[in-house]
């Protein structure tokens, strides 16, 4: 963020303007030029479809402009086309003015300007509006200009014949490959008319040189143009020489963006193509955006989707447990009354009483844990102490007082009432109450 502030902070609000708009051109050209689907090249008087050697003849009529002589030869090779045409058109070099230019700038948005704003006084022959084509990738070379009104009037031309011209660049740049393009060429291209030599370094132009046909067959004009294109540095050459290399090209021209002439129409065209690359842009960013919103809740949902596909599973899996479980509860509640009866060892408590009555026991009643005993001891109070030692009983106590002569020899009467350890019929009626019927 502190590098992108301190590199902004170099920069004027003017000079950051400028930049931004052309920003914003040189995308609305690149969507422009991702629309070609054809690329027409005029060579001696002849339009020639480069894609499949297709060519037409302008027309010569009274009243007919050369633009519209063109339209109408594109619209004869393009009368239907299976979706919108978007053209790519070729012009002679000899149609294309050009400057020379050495500046101690840096970036194409301060050389692109310096040369724009002197567009007149480097092309003095010309007063109209004039179009710009530059690769500003090195502070010297040679810039094109075409006029705008022409391109205008082609565009106007085009739209009548229901195609679309996006484009137009001199045909001679369309003479190297992709591969060769960004190497040091000389590109010779010779019509009927005119003679051209293009001095092509790394993509960038470097000397755009035209003579007519008919200055060369005086000598001083022909001097003068051997001097001028000598000078030019060793390099591969490429030569045009008519229509037979367009002939055999067979393949759509790939167009050079920064040497490429965009009318006013096709410019609005590519700014609407960008604003709905940017909407679409925008509809993209919003529906990631919402997503990731939405991402917790998707995730969530999954969980609880898969939790409940394993709850399924496990319930599966687990059927015949459960119907075992079940039937055990259908057994318990069938005959866990009588098994889960408080079990009383009658017997053993009769031993253990014999140990400390010695025969003298009268009466004996168990009730639901609770044993009332009577009969006749020595001492009855020892007797109940006794009893309360030991672990099968609890809560012993005297239910009746003893009384001192009735036994004779046999002691004293008592009456006791204990209750029996690990016998509980209070929680037993509570698990199994009884059923009224």
Sequence with gaps: MKALRATLSKYSLAELGTSTRMLLADSAHQDLLGTLTHSLVLQDGVLINTANGEYRELAQEEGLSREQAIARAAGQMIASPAGPASILLLLPPAEFLSSRYQLALKGEGQIRSAIGLQSHTLVPAYEGELLLGLNAQSPEGAALWYPARAADALFVAFQAERLFLAALMPRTLALPTDEQYAQELILQDDDNSHAAQLELRGGVLHSHLVIARQDLEQAAFAEQWQAETAKAAPAQRLLC???????????????????????????????????????????????????????????????????QSQVDKLRDASADARRSQSAVYAMDDEWGTVAGY???????????????????LTTFTLNKGVVDLSGYAQDPALLVEQLSEREEFHEVSQSRSSSGSDGGNRGDRFGIRLNLSGVDFKAYEAKYPVVKQ
């Design 241 to 307: 020489k008519g229509r037979e290399f367009w002939d055999a090209r067979r393949s759509l021209v790939m167009a050079r963006e920064a040497y490429c002439f965009f009318p006013r129409g096709a410019e609005q065209q590519g700014r609407r193509l960008l604003l709905q690359k940017k909407k679409r842009q925008a509809s993209i960013a919003a529906g990631v955006l919402v997503g990731l919103l939405c991402l917790p809740f998707i995730a969530n949902w999954v969980q609880v989707a898969w939790l």
């Design 342 to 360: 408080p079990h009383q060892n009658v017997p053993q408590v009769l031993l253990t009483l014999n140990q400390f009555i010695n025969g003298s």
